[in-house]
T-cell receptor, first 120, second 110 residues
């Protein structure tokens, strides 16, 4: 259980185009989804947190208008990189948390397999 | 602010040898701690987590970690490493918003 998928796994696009990445929780309802960016040989950097039906909360330094996040349902969140440039090339990873009724403690994050974005 | 330090960027061990990956954290309250493993080009898989209770936590794939409050540490251990354990390991701390360490790359030699 607790499987998260991402699509596509790899995308190459031209500079100036927009790219949409999907994150789906396959067997549970994700109350919250997170989007991370990982540079080569570095750790994960949290970009934004999204809750179903509400606006995403972006981390400091992350451009809201460039990285559009939509969390339209409890199983799907999308990240759209608008007007992509070569510096946006990175590995983008989403995660989702599943909250069960009455659950105490933090919500464990289940990660997707990541999307490798290359902007030419 | 919460933070995680993984002092070892790269570790090499022989197959069958024991392993310990270090993790130190900074957190304002009782920490929620995690260890994740990432294979090349893949997402992260949760190995184990600590919320409260027994300070020795058992995880998947034969891994365990021990929470030591006095040392602000949450080191990951495995008694006998297999070649398939070669990967990058991330320690993380946080409640809802999780902060990751910079990772330790594990190389396993025959």
């Amino acid at each position: 259980g607790a499987v998260v998928s991402q699509h596509p796994s790899r995308v190459i696009c031209k500079s100036g185009t927009s790219v949409k990445i999907e994150c789906r929780s396959l067997d549970f309802q994700a109350t919250t989804m997170f989007w991370y960016r990982q540079f080569p040989k570095q750790s994960l950097m949290l970009m934004a947190t999204s809750n179903e039906g509400s606006k995403a909360t972006y981390e400091q330094g992350v451009e809201k208008d460039k990285f559009l996040i939509n969390h339209a349902s409890l199983t799907l969140s999308t990240l759209t990189v608008t007007s992509a440039h070569p510096e946006d090339s990175s590995f983008y990873i989403c995660s989702a948390t599943q909250r069960k009724k009455g659950q105490q403690g933090t919500d464990t994050q289940y990660f997707g397999p990541g999307t490798r974005l290359t902007v030419l | 602010a919460q933070s995680v330090t993984q002092p070892d960027i790269h570790i090499t061990v022989s197959e069958g040898a024991s392993l310990e990956l270090r993790c130190n954290y900074s957190y304002g309250a009782t920490p929620y701690l995690f260890w994740y493993v990432q294979s090349p080009g893949q997402g992260l898989q949760l190995l184990l987590k600590y919320f409260s209770g027994d300070t020795l936590v058992q995880g998947i794939k034969g891994f365990e970690a021990e929470f030591k409050r006095s040392q602000s540490s949450f080191n990951l251990r495995k008694p006998s490493v297999h070649w398939s354990d070669a990967a990058e390991y991330f320690c993380a701390v946080g409640y809802q918003k999780v902060t990751f360490g910079t990772g330790t790359k594990l190389q396993v030699i025959p």
